[in-house]
């Protein structure tokens, strides 16, 4: 069972941390986004919104942190150059987004004035209220979230051209971590 990364296919580390970071990163859009989805904010939602994201908070900026530090693996033989590096580029500009929303979530919180609360947990303001802050980062986050869900949706797209018209073993990277393995030719009956 290989853990770590291999020049060209992730490890079962990185495979882990990619669908814990989705399923985290899916989660807390739902969650936030219907928390503002009524006339008035549903405080209950923004709470649970808030503990996944503190509950989440160090594996997402583990996450983060894992893949600037070991890299991205190289293409497949069969992977073109250019999509692989837009596709490579892309992952990191989404995980910048990620730790932009880590940031700017908390931020947005204390510069209400606000406390953030987490299971029995509370973390007050260390500030007071900056209304203008608070707006700015209320847009950051907003854009942030808009941005990672027209990411991820891109991000699915290039996902189905790999495994639907490529064919080039892609797909394997992220779901197999003793692959990829060179795809076989599809032969007519």
């Known amino acids: 069972m290989r853990v770590k990364d291999t020049k060209n296919g992730y490890g079962w580390l990185s495979i882990t941390l990619h669908w814990l970071t989705v399923a ?3 989660t807390m859009f739902t969650v936030g986004s219907m928390s503002q989805a009524g006339r008035e904010v549903d405080l209950r939602l923004v709470n649970l919104h808030t503990t996944i994201g503190m509950t989440a908070y160090v594996l997402l900026w ?3 942190a894992w893949r600037f530090a070991v890299g991205h693996p190289g293409p497949l033989p069969r992977q073109g150059v ?3 590096t837009i596709g490579k580029y892309f992952h990191f500009v989404l995980l910048i ?3 932009t929303m880590l940031l ?3 931020l947005m919180a204390w510069s209400n004035g606000g406390t953030i609360r987490f299971f029995a947990f509370a973390i007050p303001s260390p500030v007071g209220a900056f209304p203008r802050a608070h707006a700015f980062l209320r847009a950051v986050h907003g854009y942030g979230a808009s941005f990672i869900l ?3 949706i891109l991000h699915v797209v290039a996902v189905f051209k790999h495994t639907v018209v490529n064919r080039d073993g892609t797909f394997d990277k992220i779901m197999i971590a003793d692959g990829p393995r060179e795809p076989t030719a599809v032969t007519a009956k």
């Open 104 to 106: 700017s979530g908390p």
């Open 150 to 152: 027209a990411g991820m």
């Open 62 to 64: 583990g996450r983060i």
């Open 24 to 26: 985290i990163v899916l």
């Open 97 to 99: 987004a990620i730790g």
């Open 82 to 84: 250019v999509f692989f």
